[in-house]
């Protein structure tokens, strides 16, 4: 503001190509302003041509950014891990797992190994913005909803001669799972023409660091043959 006996001229700035001044005194700016201090030099002339100035400090500070981050933990291996997230400022984003530069992966489903990790989204500091970042950490677990199965056939419960096919099944292809008959390893599947007797049959596997251990066992009957016929001959002749 200013005041004078006189009448009032107009008001001047040194710096027209960024700022304005309307005869009112109200100074604006009439392009984006970056990250910085401008001292501006205001002067007003009266109708004696009295010339007064003042230099005006204008402190234009960064924009304080706000980063957010989510995901879709926990989950199951081999289920996909999707994090997503955001700022305010796109100029330089960044995402990182385990301080592993991972930018191309935001919002990508993608497939990790069973144990827990740590993210981290980020920007850095700007000429007009201040650094940000959100983290989390994800867990994948270890897969222990597949299930092992032994098939018996044509029964588990069989007449000899009975010609059986014993087969493990459900095995993951990670995995190497093995099928034993009474504590003894067999290939899978196993076909044997047995004799009469009980057996057990198991199928397992130790898992890995992806997949939890697992077994199953399954039984097998082969009973005694009680329906063959006795023929009585009598020199030669039945």
Request: charged share 10%; glycine share 6%; aromatic share 8%.
């Amino acid at each position: 503001n200013a005041s004078d006996e006189l009448l009032f001229g107009s008001y001047k700035i040194n710096w027209t190509n960024t700022f304005s001044i309307n005869q009112s005194g109200f100074l604006s700016n009439i392009s984006s302003l970056a990250v910085g201090i401008y001292r501006i030099n205001v002067s007003i002339n009266d109708s004696s041509n009295n010339i007064n100035s003042t230099i005006y400090i204008l402190t234009v500070q960064r924009k304080a950014i706000n980063c957010t981050i989510s995901s879709n933990s926990p989950q199951e291996y081999p289920n996909p891990i999707n994090v997503t997230g955001s700022c305010n400022n796109l100029e330089s984003i960044g995402l990182y797992r385990n301080n592993i530069n991972i930018t191309s992966e935001l919002g990508v489903n993608k497939i990790l190994g069973a144990g827990a990790y740590s993210y981290v989204l980020n920007v850095s500091q700007t000429q007009n913005y201040t650094n940000a970042s959100a983290s989390l950490f994800v867990v994948i677990n270890q897969n222990n909803s597949y299930v092992l199965s032994v098939a018996i056939s044509p029964s588990n419960n069989a007449v000899y001669p009975t010609l059986t096919t014993a087969i493990g099944n459900g095995c993951p292809t990670e995995l190497s799972c093995i099928l034993h008959r009474n504590n003894i390893s067999k290939t899978n599947p196993e076909i044997i023409l047995l004799g009469a007797e009980n057996y057990s049959y198991f199928y397992n596997t130790s898992g890995n660091a992806n997949y939890t251990n697992k077994s199953v066992s399954a039984a097998l009957i082969v009973n005694q043959n009680i329906s063959s016929s006795v023929s009585l001959y009598l020199n030669n002749t039945q």
